[in-house]
């Protein structure tokens, strides 16, 4: 337990290098249950001259606040380097340096925080490995310092991206995992991990489950209330959304072309530009899925208006597609505009 974040592992050097080859997903990845991580970094021993207060605490807490918002803006592959960095050369010799047992315990959790933040950026840029092992860690450090919430939040995390991957086997253990672990109950909570749970569920093809698990979530956002806590909100905007995932993955696209739609005009100043500009193209695509090609080219033409500066591994294919997906329909005049514009946005 030496080395809590072994750069090498983790792939964080900030030149970027090991990030190569970083891309693949496990299905089999181990997930330690709550219990098994609690308490298991305790015996390190500590850098004796160098010694970390609440004050770094507060700084590394502060940080991932702006790594996130970054993140949100700009997208994983601009915010991801920095996280990566961040974690290296600042929060990994905080983690070994002398504290209070109050400071250390404290200090876990802000790099736990902190390592599921860089995991979620790494998941936008594609690197799918790597983004496991950061979850893996951020689990360990939860543990370390009770912190069961994070714990929590991270494993829904890690069944949004084996949903997103299409492995809805390992996102229905995930999410119920996290459902599970969740310390608290509160409508916020539980519309956060039932929403997810409805997603897995219908990938997996229990149907059932799947709505069962949808009006759980349909309840609880009723009477949740009206505050968002970072990394943990879910709103009327995050059920639309939702909701359209379980109708397209239960095979209705038209019932969940009406749900993203439904989505847009429930969102505020707490949903992030790279979701618009994600779920505009989601929607595009499943407009044109249905037949509907001058409301998809629609669809498209406003995520290509929002697209320049946003760094999205996720986004970047999304744009990628666009060319493929409307080849056919390359005589029409609206199509033939929203083509060639998506192959300069590609290009830049």
């Known amino acids: 337990m030496e080395n809590l974040i072994d750069p090498g592992r983790l792939g964080m050097d900030p030149s970027r290098r ?42 590394v807490s502060a940080m991932t606040d702006r790594l996130s918002d970054l993140d949100d803006e700009f ?72 912190d069961q919430l994070t714990y929590c939040r991270v494993l829904r995390g890690m069944s949004v991206q084996a949903a997103n991957l299409g492995h809805g086997t390992p996102a229905v253990r995930l999410a119920n995992a996290a ?9 916020r909570m539980r519309a956060f991990l039932a929403g997810q749970q409805a ?12 709505l069962t698990s949808l009006r759980e979530a349909e309840r609880a956002v009723n009477q949740a209330e009206s505050g968002l806590g970072t990394f943990g909100g879910f709103s009327s905007a995050t059920l639309a959304y939702a909701t359209s995932e379980v109708r397209h993955a239960l095979g209705d696209v038209k019932g969940s072309v009406e749900s993203l739609q439904d989505h847009f005009p429930l969102r505020d100043s707490t949903d992030s ?63 033939r505009q929203v083509i060639e514009r998506s192959g300069s946005a590609s290009a830049k």
């Open 18 to 59: 090991g990030v190569l080859g970083a891309g693949l997903f496990s299905v089999a990845l181990t997930i330690p249950e709550w219990p098994d991580v609690v308490g298991k970094m305790e015996a390190i021993r500590a850098d004796p001259h160098r010694r970390i207060g609440q004050a770094e605490v507060q700084a």
């Open 273 to 335: 530009r790279r979701s618009e500009i994600k779920f505009g193209a989601m929607l595009a695509e499943r407009q044109l899925e249905v037949g509907h090609l001058e409301a998809a080219c629609a669809s498209w033409d406003k995520a290509l208006d929002a697209y320049p500066g946003m760094h999205s591994g996720q986004i970047d294919q999304q744009i990628a597609r666009i060319p493929s997906l409307l080849s056919r329909y390359r005589s029409n005049p609206i199509a």
């Open 75 to 146: 997208g994983g592959r601009y915010a991801h380097p920095m996280a990566a960095a961040f974690l290296v050369n600042t929060v990994s010799p905080y983690l070994k340096a002398s504290a209070s047992r109050e400071t250390r315990t404290s200090m876990m959790s802000a790099a736990s925080l902190l390592c599921y933040l860089t995991g979620w950026m790494a998941v936008d840029e594609g690197v799918h490995g790597r983004a496991q092992q950061y979850y893996a860690k951020s689990l360990e450090l939860a543990g370390a310092s009770g």
């Open 199 to 210: 997603h897995a569920y219908a990938l997996a093809g229990e149907r059932a489950n799947a």
């Open 179 to 187: 459902a599970e672990a969740s310390p608290e109950s509160s409508p």
